[in-house]
């Protein structure tokens, strides 16, 4: 088999690159050149996602899901699920409103989702990059800390005091009881 296109074999070492007219030298060479050429793509994809010139946008509840079951069911009967309806039902709701009552101040993602706690997603929610807990905060992902709730929190108008240490995720209670059952 004659090589085409010589560009293939630029990722391996000198010795074994082939030139145009060459002859294939065999499988081995080509898995190898295919093994360094998709590592070069995954690497590529992980910092190119870490050093993205994009701003990072939302990507809503939906990309979350599928890995964080739990934290999503517990999350959809929640009152955060349903702020945003419970704000524009509330008399004398205003726009301003939506800084608190949806993930976007738009209100484009309704309620208070994932990512108004940890920020938006489109550069970490990718299962490579999520799966590590330190490229997942590289890219981007914040981790909830005292302090944090109090954003919306903070016992004005009819804002709700929360206590940090006094709160705690239903999902994470219940994990823990059904690995005891």
């Not at 994809?45 to 739990?70: Q, W």
């Not at 976007?104 to 940890?118: N, R, Y």
Request: glycine letters at 8%; hydrophobic letters at 40%.
């Amino acid at each position: 088999m004659l090589v085409k296109d010589a560009s293939r074999c630029k990722l391996l070492p000198s010795s074994h690159r082939l030139a145009l007219g060459d002859r294939f030298p065999g499988p081995l060479v080509y898995y190898t050149a295919m093994r360094v050429k998709v590592a070069t793509l995954a690497v590529g994809f992980v910092l190119g996602a870490l050093v993205s010139a994009e701003p990072p946008t939302f990507v809503g509840v939906e990309k979350c899901k599928p890995c964080h079951r739990p934290e999503f069911e517990t999350w959809s009967q929640s009152a955060h699920a349903e702020a945003t309806k419970a704000a524009k039902a509330a008399p004398g709701f205003e726009a301003s409103c939506l800084a608190c009552h949806a993930t976007t101040p738009d209100g484009a993602l309704e309620g208070v989702q994932c990512e108004a706690c940890h920020g938006p997603g489109s550069q970490y929610w990718p299962i490579p990059i999520m799966m590590h807990r330190d490229k997942a905060v590289a890219a981007g992902l914040m981790l909830p800390a005292p302090g944090m709730c109090n954003r919306c929190h903070d016992g004005k108008d009819h804002h709700k005091t929360v206590e940090w240490a006094a709160f705690k995720h239903d999902h994470r209670e219940k994990k823990q009881s059904q690995e005891l059952e």
